[in-house]
């Protein structure tokens, strides 16, 4: 997935504020927020199915549709028409941007924050940035009628991104004897049992990542070789995602696990998912709300192989 280009840093919002292509609305900026609508659960996409010999409909499954944001806003810089116009142009300028306009992975970014909370953002597109009247333009006043849409889920997500960085010597491991019962209870062969990872010394794994929100997220995941088989697995969900390949030194290969951005890649332009055995589903591979353990396994002769994680916890509500 890309997102427009921002070329200066985010700035930091206050509760109440909003921001998109770097201009922020709401309490105590220059583009003061009446109304949002769309802040609730976003409509959804039922798959009910009509009983096709007597009445009613068998329930189906429920999905999310997109999450339409509708800003009612206006530009305020009293006596200073001339930043009222600037403010504009910076809104449709972000409208406008290719990356995230004309490419179907292209995302614009939402930030928001509410009283509590951090700052959080949602993926989408912004639809609309309108100047409803301009007939007090000239005295730095200009209602906006703004829409963004949000596409992917469509959840908040923290502003902040986690990471993480294993090499294999901080990995997780199952012994020999695990492989043999953890296939015949369909967990992924070699990753630890549950028991043992409760009883490990928790200085002793690395490999901890908290999501702290309420709802599943979807990591990104790089392995940077000298490397063969890599094989990654979460130890509470037991989702794995296995590449039948090798990466020569300062190879890799990254995953992303985004909903409508599912992809592998070596060196950022080989597509390499048919190298994914049939368990690895990559729209599957979640971190679930709380904490869980990424572990990993390989053959590294070198022993300088890493695998890095990167996620942002995910939430239903701003």
Not at 9 to 23: C, T
Not at 80 to 90: E, G, T
Not at 105 to 119: A, K, N, Q, S
Not at 212 to 227: A, E, F, I
Request: charge should be negative; include cysteine; charged fraction near 25%.
């Amino acid at each position: 997935m890309t997102t427009a280009p921002n070329k200066t840093s985010r700035p930091e919002l206050a509760p109440w504020q909003y921001e998109i292509g770097g201009v922020v609305l709401g309490t105590g900026s220059y583009v003061p927020v009446g109304n949002v609508e769309g802040l609730g659960a976003p409509a959804t996409r039922p798959q009910d199915a009509d009983n096709p010999n007597s009445d009613g409909t068998s329930p189906g499954r429920d999905f999310y549709g997109p999450r339409p944001l509708r800003f009612e806003a206006g530009i305020k810089t009293p006596g200073d028409p001339v930043k009222a116009a600037d403010i504009l142009a910076r809104l449709e300028r972000a409208l406008d941007a290719p990356d995230a306009r004309t490419n179907p992975d292209g995302r614009h970014i939402l930030r928001g924050r509410w009283p509590g909370h951090t700052t959080r953002r949602m993926y989408g597109r912004l639809r609309r940035a309108e100047a409803s009247s301009t007939t007090t333009a000239v005295h730095g006043w200009i209602p906006m009628d703004i829409e963004f849409v949000g596409l992917d889920s469509p959840r908040w997500y923290d502003d902040e991104l986690s990471k993480l960085t294993l090499g294999l010597d901080q990995a997780a491991r199952g012994d020999g004897a695990d492989r043999t019962v953890d296939e015949a209870m369909g967990r992924p062969a070699a990753c630890p049992r549950p028991h043992d990872a409760e009883h490990r010394p928790a200085d002793d794994r690395p490999g901890w990542v908290t999501n702290s929100g309420d709802v599943p997220t979807y990591p990104s995941l790089r392995v940077h070789g000298p490397v063969a088989g890599p094989r990654i697995w979460n130890t509470v969900t037991g989702r794995v995602l296995e590449l039948d390949l090798s990466l020569r030194e300062g190879e890799w290969v990254e995953m992303e696990t985004r909903p409508g951005t599912c992809w592998a890649l070596r060196n950022g332009t080989v597509n390499v998912a048919g190298a994914l055995s049939p368990a690895s589903r990559l729209d599957l591979f979640t971190l679930p709300p709380g904490r869980s353990e990424i572990a990993w396994s390989a053959n590294d002769p070198s022993g300088t192989a890493r695998l890095e994680v990167a996620w942002r916890s995910a939430y239903t509500t701003l």
